[in-house]
């Protein structure tokens, strides 16, 4: 079985690695299912604001572009803090 260590997950060394697959999942599912109805939405926000939709269709695929830019760079980040930086 693949650790979450030799899958470069932005996981603890301390955390196990089954808990670390199932919060991985735990924080990505809602943001997956978000996405989704942003989407079936598109048509009432540009009723809305009085735009055409084809703005608000470019504005959700720059969300998502940016979401999927961002993931790789997040651990990166991450990893500049220690693990106490909050307390401090």
């Known amino acids: ?10 996981i603890r060394q ?3 690695d089954w808990l670390g697959l199932v919060s991985i999942f735990v924080v990505i599912l809602p943001v997956t299912m978000l996405n989704g109805s942003y ?4 048509l009432e926000v540009s009723n809305t ?3 055409n939709s084809e703005d608000i ?3 959700y695929y720059a969300a998502s ?6 993931y790789p ?4 980040v991450l990893s500049a ?3 106490k930086f909050p307390c401090q």
């Not at 572009?65 to 961002?70: D, E, F, R, Y």
């Not at 760079?73 to 990166?76: F, H, L, N, W, Y």
Request: aromatic content about 6%.
């Open 1 to 10: 079985m693949i650790t979450m260590k030799e899958l470069e997950a932005p």
């Open 65 to 70: 572009a940016g979401m999927a830019i961002a």
């Open 39 to 42: 989407t079936g939405s598109m």
């Open 49 to 51: 604001l009085g735009t």
């Open 81 to 83: 803090f220690s693990v």
């Open 57 to 59: 269709t470019m504005g």
């Open 73 to 76: 760079i997040v651990p990166k």
């Open 14 to 16: 301390w955390v196990p």
